[in-house]
């Protein structure tokens, strides 16, 4: 079994203070086995140059992945209320219910702006 994160993509690419936003992370099943145990993706969000505790979401994968296959999810974001550059990390498998082969590709980064214009 190997889940991998694929792509980490935000609408609007650049979100502006106070107004909402999506973050869609795409998983694919990239073993040989079919994934058919649900798993959960988890999704932070942190400002980059602060050690403030970071925000996390938690959604699961309830469908059948067959090798190949893939399955996003979207995040909705309320706000954030600060300006400036901010670190998004996904993790596929966040609980380690499945028996992973390749643990190397369960996360990915993006760094996300939020400016005031």
Aim: charged share 20%.
């Amino acid at each position: 079994i190997d889940v991998g994160v694929k792509s980490i993509d935000v609408n609007p690419p650049s979100p502006l203070i106070g107004a909402p936003f999506e973050v869609t992370v795409t998983v694919a099943n990239e073993g040989k086995t079919t994934i058919s145990t649900p798993f959960y993706v988890k999704l932070e969000i942190s400002p980059v140059d602060q050690n403030s505790k970071p925000t996390e979401l938690n959604a699961v994968i309830g469908k059948v992945l067959a090798p190949g296959d893939e399955a996003s999810l979207s995040f909705k974001i309320a706000m954030i209320a600060n300006e400036g550059a901010f670190k998004i990390i996904a993790t596929a498998d966040s609980t380690a219910k499945l028996d992973d082969d390749n643990a190397a590709n369960n996360q990915r980064s993006k760094t996300l702006i939020i400016t005031s214009q």
